[in-house]
Each structure stands twice: as C-alpha cells, then as structure tokens.
C-alpha cells in the first residue's frame, strides 16, 4: 500500500458520465442519446451521432464525494473536485473544476470541453479531490477508482480492448520483420496504437478455418483457434503494458491509453483482493526487483485465459465431439 505522508480518505470518488453533447462545425449543438455512453462499461462512443467531423464534445459528469469529505475535523481545507481528461497518445490534459451541487451535498458536477482536434482516439476521464493539507495546497485527497473511456471513433460504448486484425503473408511480406515468423500461424505486436495480431496466410488452410461458421466441428475448432489467439494477446499486452509503465517518486503510474485499459481489467485477477493501485504497485516491484516475477507468471496466464473464453469454446468443441461420436455410433 502507498503511503501518504498526510492523512486521505480511504474510499474513492464515484465519478459518471451524465449527458454527452457535440459542437458541429455550423456552431449548432447535437446531444447524443443515452446509448452513447455507458454507466456498466464507463465508456462514451462519440461515434454513434454519425457525423463525420464535429469540432468539441461536452461531456456532463458528476462525482459523488464519500463520506467524510466535509468532516469538522478533517485535516483538510479548500476542498475540490475537479474532472480531469487526458490523451496518452497527443500527450493533451484537460482539467476542469467541478461545483457542488448543494451547499451541503457530496455531488459534484460541471463539464468538461473535449476539442476534437486535441485528441487520436480514446481519452482517459478521471475525477480528483483536493485541498490544503499542512498548509500546503493542491494535496489529492482521494480519486476516482476507475477511469470513463472517451472514444472519438467508436459508435458502441464499450471499455474493453480493441485490436486490429491484419492478414499477411510472412514468408514475403512487405514488414521484413514479419518473414522471421514464417513457421508460426499469428503473431501479437504491441508497438503500434492499437496492438496488432498479423495472421499468416502462408499456413495452408488456416484462414478457412479461421472463417467458419454454422455447428460443424470445424467452427469449433475455429472458435478454440480464436480464443488461443485471445490468450496470447492478453498476455503479451499485459506485459507490454508493464514494461511501458512511468515513475511518479519512485512508484508505478497507469498508462492512459490501452495500457492503462489492460491493466486495469487484468490486476484484479493476476493480484487478487488489492485496489489495483496497490496492484500495480506490487506487480512492478516483482517485476523490477529479485524475486516473485516467476511466479506471477501463473496468475498471469490465468487473467489472460479468463478474458479469452477458452473453457467455454473448449466444451463446446468436446460437446461437438461426443455428439459426432454417438452419431458415428448409431
């Protein structure tokens, strides 16, 4: 666990997307339904209004306080809220104080202005609290436990991780790097904005195999192929992420892009029963120090088959088998 040298609170923000509006470039307003943000998966798709070129997105957001924010004795003075956005890949931070919405209430509300131009992608929203402790202003006395994803591009609100899928032939392809895989089926690359699985076409057969569909057993060979693919790629974006992480005095912070995204989905279960701060923490001293790396690779490999769904296309494909085989039997 972190340790402050001042006193926090010990439970976080609760921070929601309320109302989602875009700023066309004829100056008029469009406000976007409901479905275009999501409370369950804490992502906004700004894609779903179908307009190709908008020049801002407000975004309405309200952060409930936990109890004990305005205690008499809090050590704290000069309490605030405030809604911070920010892009890893423009490198863009946007911070906007909130208000209260009573005098004497724990909601918190205002808007924050997301220009388009300032962002690639997806953005990172989070709230932060802070005050005067000790006399030293601008101390963050608790946070939001989990960030709101802003896509500019998606018409569907949802957080999880978004590949890019690309067919090649590896023997020759243009990506010279490729060729050294020729003897392998996919490869995971993580250098790119969005990590990448290259899928060899020079394995005979394997892309048909890949595309089928219907209740024969090739489509639940295919969904096993799939769903081992899915493996590998949580792995490897796990430990990309890790290997990508920032330093704020001495410990870990989360990237904001699709590093932070991965990182957040798979901790809960690769160290579980810890706030995924504390997680991270512990992972990256593992990590970087003399012992406990080896053994976390376990618990790894575990998150990253969970997010996969290889148990359930696994027994579909043995459901598959027996049927065949008790077929094959009459």
């Not at 004795?73 to 919405?101: I, Q």
């Not at 990182?263 to 001293?285: F, K, S, T, Y």
């Amino acid at each position: 666990m972190k340790v402050y040298p001042y006193t926090r609170l010990n439970r976080p923000i609760s921070l929601r997307v309320t109302a989602v509006s875009l700023k066309l470039t004829d100056g008029t307003r469009d406000p976007l339904e409901a479905s275009a943000f999501s409370t369950a998966q804490r992502a906004v798709a700004l894609g779903t209004a179908g307009h190709d070129s908008w020049v801002s997105a407000g975004l309405r957001v309200s952060a409930t306080m936990p109890p004990g924010a305005d205690a008499e004795d809090a050590p704290w003075s000069e309490l605030r809220v405030l809604a911070v956005l920010t892009d890893g890949e423009t490198n863009v931070r946007t911070c906007v104080e909130l208000t209260r919405d009573t005098e004497d209430g724990r909601d918190w509300s205002g808007t924050v202005d997301m220009l388009r131009d300032d962002h690639a992608g997806r953005a990172s929203l989070s709230a932060f609290a802070v005050g005067t402790v000790d006399e030293m202003p601008g101390r963050v006395i608790t946070e939001s436990s989990a960030n709101w994803i802003v896509d500019t591009l998606s018409d569907d609100p949802v957080s999880e991780l978004r590949l890019s899928v690309q067919k090649a032939p590896f023997r020759t392809s243009a990506r010279e790097w490729l060729r050294a895989y020729a003897d392998v089926p996919w490869i995971v690359d993580t250098s790119a904005r969005l990590p990448t699985v290259f899928v060899n076409t020079d394995v005979d057969g394997f892309l048909g195999l890949l595309d089928s569909v219907g209740s024969g057993v090739e489509s639940k060979v295919s969904d096993l192929l799939i769903s081992q693919m899915a493996t590998d790629v949580w792995s490897a974006v796990f430990h990309s992420a890790l290997g990508d992480l920032e330093l704020d005095g001495g410990d870990p912070v989360f990237p904001t892009d699709w590093k932070g995204e991965v990182l957040r989905e798979m901790l809960p279960d690769v160290i579980p029963g810890l706030h995924v701060e504390d997680a991270l923490r512990q992972v990256h001293r593992r990590r970087t120090g003399d012992s406990g790396w080896a053994e976390l690779q376990t618990r790894i490999h575990y998150a990253a088959v969970r997010r996969s769904d290889t148990t359930k296309a696994l027994s579909h494909a043995i459901r598959r088998l027996e049927q065949m085989n008790r077929e094959s039997a009459t």
